[in-house]
């Protein structure tokens, strides 16, 4: 059973920067894209941004040029780097893998942006 444990969301001032990690139970490798997902109250989850298995990577055009992705396939994580936060990055971040049909999710992390 695969599992993803998100951690590092967190209360940042606009203009500030996180740092998000995603932990999974097992290899990535099998894992046809993984990525960040955030979802705020009274909305819809969106993709914020993800990457293949093939290493291409998909920004939201909301978070192009201040949010990066990446993987580290030895230790089975991705995380994501946010810069220049805005209040309207507030949301709950999930980690989410798809191998095949399946959807694979984390609890989620809060992060807030003050403004």
């Known amino acids: 059973q695969v599992q993803l444990v998100e951690s590092g969301g967190g209360l940042v001032q606009a203009g500030g920067s996180l740092r998000l990690s995603c932990a999974a139970s097992g290899s990535i490798v099998s894992f046809n894209a993984m990525g960040w997902y955030r979802q705020a109250p009274g909305k819809q989850r969106e993709l914020v941004t993800d990457i293949t298995s093939t290493g291409r990577i998909n920004y939201a055009d909301s978070v192009k040029g201040r949010f990066t992705i990446s993987r580290d396939r030895a230790k089975n994580t991705v995380t994501l780097q946010m810069n220049s936060l805005k209040p309207e990055d507030t949301s709950v971040y999930y980690c989410?893998?798809?191998?095949?049909?399946?959807?694979?999710w984390g609890q989620g992390t809060q992060v807030t942006v003050s403004s």
């Open positions: 989410g893998a798809n191998r095949g049909p399946l959807m694979y």
